[in-house]
């Protein structure tokens, strides 16, 4: 079983950028799909964006593309989301999850089993 830990939350103001981190231990991670997913106040778990086990492939959130960058490294077994020209609609808990495959229905959270207890983001006007 693989655990998760993320990092790198906090307050922003809207335009600004910030880098989460997700460590991973446990399992061999760099063999499966990785993902983020966000919960704002009152809101359902929405999926983010997913990188695959290579690190070669990656999916995004419409809401979030061209603003927001998943990448992994592998050998130190993290994952990070560089988020940039931040908006207030994108404060939420952030969550890293890793998935049973090495690609598949990424967006979907059926597909990751295991999670991180998550990070909050605000995001200022």
């Known amino acids: 079983q693989v655990q998760l830990a993320e990092s790198g939350g906090g307050l922003v103001q809207a335009g600004g950028s910030m880098r989460l981190s997700c460590a991973a231990s446990g399992r061999s991670s760099g063999r499966y799909a990785m993902g983020w997913f966000r919960q704002a106040p009152g809101k359902e778990l929405e999926f983010v964006a997913a990188?695959?086990?290579?690190?070669?492939?990656?999916f995004y959130a419409d809401s979030v593309k061209g603003r927001f960058t998943i990448s992994r490294d592998i050998i130190q077994s993290t994952m990070y989301l560089q988020m940039n020209i931040l908006t207030p609609e994108d404060t939420a808990v952030y969550y890293c999850?890793?998935?049973?495959?090495?690609?598949?229905?990424?967006?979907?959270?059926?597909?990751?089993?295991?999670w991180g207890q998550g990070t909050q983001v605000t995001v200022s006007s």
């Open positions: 999850a890793a998935g049973t495959d090495a690609w598949g229905l990424v967006m979907t959270q059926a597909f990751y089993n295991a």
């Open positions: 990188i695959s086990g290579s690190g070669g492939g990656t």
